[in-house]
């Protein structure tokens, strides 16, 4: 065996070493592949979320806005189960 050839082998702790990272780069995209789908998830909830508080407030000042009755209703009855 050549000194080349033998500077090129990786010995076995550094396999474990390798290993080890190759599988937290594929925990690390599992976990922004998750991430970015709750994301994707949430950001539609977040909308709904600033329509519901808006019409809430508007409850506050003027409890006759059939808009923030609706908004507000819908909230109660369907997402909060009251």
């Not at 033998?6 to 396999?15: A, D, F, G, I, Y």
Request: proline fraction near 6%; aromatic fraction near 6%.
């Amino acid at each position: 065996m050549t000194p080349r050839a033998k500077n090129s082998l990786t010995p076995p702790r550094n396999w474990s070493r390798s290993s080890r990272r190759r599988l937290q780069k594929s925990r690390m995209r599992s976990v922004r592949k998750e991430f970015l789908a709750r994301h994707s998830e949430l950001k539609p909830l977040q909308t709904q979320w600033t329509a519901i508080t808006k019409a809430k407030s508007a409850l506050e000042t003027t409890p006759d806005d059939e808009m923030a009755n609706g908004t507000y209703g819908r909230y109660l009855c369907l997402l909060a189960g009251h």
